[in-house]
């Protein structure tokens, strides 16, 4: 026997039903999206290695670690399937020349790689929808992206998100706290763990976000960039808070607050939950005015989020907030073969006049019985059952059978009742779904 292939450990399969409600969040995602101006960028899953290894950081745990590159065999180019996507869509704006004619409002959505152990929101291939501004210098484009965000978890029904907000300052800047940080963690080095001792000269930044319990204390009393930051640093910090203030978002300044990529500066924040167990932030972002030039482009102001879609459907599952399955408008019951191709015509108009519309379809044995049509109707969640029996089809007609409760916007004498074939496209809208 063939041995039976599975999927990749930590890539999952999105099959029915819960397709459906990936569907219904992307739709509200893109429909947002709009509403605020932002257009859809779509980038290639495998980019060169060197975008990510320049983009990111060398020493960064993603690229050091996480990341799944390849030799292509046929030119030996370094090739990476996507980690994360806000550097691809840096190189895109470059290579087409997009900020000629002003800056840009993006936004992506899409499958990342990241090799890790698969856990409750957190897989090997995990799903990602970023918004992107570009060419915006101002805090007002960091507070407009925060406040998006704020509608969308209004908009999804989500509560229990908090939002934590901080500065990483400029690159002068991080540099007196990165040697103030140093110093500091050296004269404590019997307290660093292994991972820590490991950053310590590479990546000392990434050590005030461990998890290790044992080394809070130390980390709390660490030296704090905002402690480093200049005048324009705090200044454009403050007006972002005075924005979300505006706004009356609640926010926590989280001087701990980092990024796990070396593009960042100024704004980060992220929003968190108590209610996903250890993977709390289901969105994060901030500043990264400086990666343009990194990856080899001219100088340009850049901010941005991205959401893990799964983690948002967990919050959504955890809170009872998913919306019910889809189902379609009518089920057609067709008892005898010979009429569907009387009966395929008539489904077509009705789905042009944009009735879903359900067809039962002939097994080895025929159509099967009435009474079994009727039971996949009503499995169906079909609100009507159109009855395409013998005596119906012989006047040109369909029986019409309501199958839930009846409907306000239906006449009562719609309930059950025999339609003219000949007229799909009048009584069409009555089956639509409100």
């Known amino acids: ?12 399969d999105i099959a029915p039903p819960a397709s459906a409600h990936w569907e219904w969040l992307e739709d509200k995602l893109c429909a947002l999206m709009r509403r605020y ?3 859809n960028l779509r980038t290639p899953i495998v980019e060169p290695t060197a975008l990510f290894v320049r983009g990111l950081g060398e020493v960064t745990d993603i690229v050091e670690k996480e990341m799944y590159s390849f030799e292509d065999r046929l ?3 370094q090739l990476t399937l996507r980690p994360e996507n806000t550097a691809g869509v840096v190189r895109a704006v470059l290579e087409h020349s997009l900020l000629y004619e002003g800056p840009r409002r993006l936004y992506y959505m899409g499958p990342m790689f990241r090799h890790e152990r698969p856990q409750r929101g957190r897989y090997r291939q995990f799903h990602q929808f970023g918004a992107e501004a570009l060419g915006f210098a101002g805090p007002d484009v960091d507070a407009e992206l925060i406040v998006l965000a704020c509608d969308l978890w209004a908009e999804l029904g989500l509560t229990g998100i908090e939002l934590e907000i901080n500065s990483l300052g400029q690159p002068a800047e991080r540099l007196a706290h990165r040697q103030a940080l140093i110093a500091y963690l050296e004269a404590h080095a019997g307290q660093l763990d292994e991972d820590a001792k490991r950053r310590l000269h590479s990546n000392p930044l990434r050590i005030l976000d461990t998890k290790n319990p044992a080394m809070q204390e130390l980390v709390n009393a660490a030296p704090r960039l905002m402690d480093h930051l200049g005048a324009e640093s705090l200044d454009h910090f403050n007006r972002l808070r005075g924005l979300l203030d505006a706004h009356g978002i609640a926010y926590r300044i989280n001087p701990r607050l ?4 070396d593009y960042y500066n100024l704004s980060v924040f992220e929003f968190v939950t108590t209610q996903l167990g250890s993977q709390g932030t289901v969105c994060a972002g901030g500043r990264y005015d400086g990666l343009f030039e990194q990856i080899g482009g001219k100088a340009a102001p850049a901010v ?9 459907l967990e919050l959504l599952k955890e809170q009872n907030r998913l919306p019910a399955q889809p189902a379609p408008d009518a089920y057609a019951v067709v008892p005898d073969v010979a009429h569907v191709p009387r009966v395929m015509p008539v489904l077509r108009v009705l789905r042009q006049q ?6 039962h379809a002939a097994g080895a044995d025929g159509m099967g019985s009435m009474k079994s049509q009727f039971k996949k109707a009503d499995a169906s969640g079909a609100r009507f059952a159109l009855i395409f029996g013998e005596q119906e089809v012989q006047q040109d007609a369909v029986a019409l059978k309501a199958l839930r409760g009846p409907r306000s916007d239906v006449p009562a004498e719609t309930a059950q009742s025999l339609l003219p074939l000949a007229g799909v496209a009048d009584w069409a809208a009555r089956l639509r779904a409100p």
Do not use: F, H
């Open 1 to 12: 026997m063939t041995e039976k292939l599975s999927a990749v450990k930590g890539m999952n």
């Open 37 to 39: 101006g932002y257009r």
């Open 75 to 77: 030119n030996g180019e």
């Open 258 to 261: 980092v990024r796990g990529m």
């Open 304 to 312: 941005g989020w991205a959401l893990g879609m799964e983690r948002i």
């Open 354 to 359: 944009g009735v879903n519309v359900q067809m």
